[in-house]
Every structure is written in C-alpha cells, then in structure tokens.
Nanobody, 122 residues
C-alpha cells in the first residue's frame, strides 16, 4: 500500500498564493505519475493538474497560467504552487499517485491522499 502525506493547505485572501505538497512512500522499482484533484463544496471532484514520471505536465483550463505542478523524484514528492488564487479555488485538494514501473509491485493502481483544505476569501 502506497502511503501519501499532503500538506500546504490553508486560508488566504484572493490574489494570494499557496503551495501544496504530497509525498509518497518509496518503493523499489517504482516511479510515480502524480496529480492533484479538488472538490469544491457541493460540486464533483475535478482534475486540476498532473505530472507524469517523465515530466509531462497537464493542467485544467481553469488553473492554467496560475498553478504550477512540479515533482522531486528523489523525494517522491509533488508540489503544486498556486498563484493568483480566487474564491472559486476554494476546495479540498487531493493528491493522487499512480505508481509505474515494470517491476513495481503497485504499478497501475491509484492511491489517494486524505486531502488538504484550501480556502480563499474575497
């Protein structure tokens, strides 16, 4: 079982910044595709950003240009720097990882963090 530890949520005013981090437990032969999702109050969970183990990045249109995802492979950690935050960004943010690797025993399975709350006030 891959364990995830998220941190970095909090409350800021609109226009402010936050950085989320998520660290996955390390397993031999495993690399990680890592991503962020969020669920706003009363809404469905939605994709925010992703970074694959080869460095390929993807963003939802609503955050492109404001959020930046990055990965420290040595630490099995993904970061999401969030700038120019808006009240609509208020949500619980979840980290998801998918281990990859030919000899990785957890390859292909998705693991979710417990979430970290981001609240943006106007």
């Amino acid at each position: 079982q891959v364990q995830l530890v998220e941190s970095g949520g909090g409350s800021v005013q609109a226009g402010g910044s936050l950085r989320l981090s998520c660290t996955a437990s390390e397993y031999t032969y495993c690399s990680y595709d890592m991503s962020w999702y969020r669920r706003a109050p009363g809404k469905e969970r939605e994709f925010v950003s992703a970074i694959e183990s080869d460095g390929t990045k993807m963003y939802a249109g609503s955050v492109k240009g404001r959020f930046t995802i990055s990965q420290d492979n040595a630490k099995n950690t993904v970061y999401q720097k969030m700038n120019s935050l808006k009240p609509v960004d208020t949500a619980m943010y979840y980290c998801k990882v998918r281990p990859t690797g030919l000899y990785c025993k957890y390859s292909g399975m998705d693991y979710w963090g417990k979430g970290t709350l981001v609240t943006i006030s106007s």
